[in-house]
């Protein structure tokens, strides 16, 4: 997505949050967390044009980060699969168009790569 296609929002959105590689660290430390502990973890991927943060408020817990292809990945503590499926329902909008992925630890992956992978 390039720069014209991208509103003030979005363009904010962007600018606020970590490369998905300065993230990583603490990616892993949570998903390393919820592995010894049994807890659930979930990520979601949306393109930023896709989200609007007043609508889909992402919690003091929760982690996200940007991809270079204008994508926004969070990493869901303490969030299930039911609950993640209810955030993306939530991001969509009734937008089907809109291209979100969501993973969870446990279920559709066990290491933060294939993680990362299902969702990207």
Known sequence: MG???MNDRA???LASL???KDALPVFA???ARARRYDRPLSVISAPVLALDPEQVP????DVAAKTTDGRVI???IETDNDEADALAERVLRGDTR???RTATFGKDALTLDDLLS???
């Not at 992402?58 to 817990?61: E, K, N, Q, S």
Request: glycine share 0%.
């Open 3 to 5: 720069p014209s296609r």
């Open 11 to 13: 363009r904010s959105l």
């Open 18 to 20: 970590p490369e998905l």
């Open 29 to 31: 430390v949570e998903l």
């Open 58 to 61: 992402l919690r003091v817990t």
């Open 74 to 76: 969070a990493l869901l």
């Open 98 to 100: 809109a291209d979100v």
């Open 118 to 120: 299902a969702v990207e």
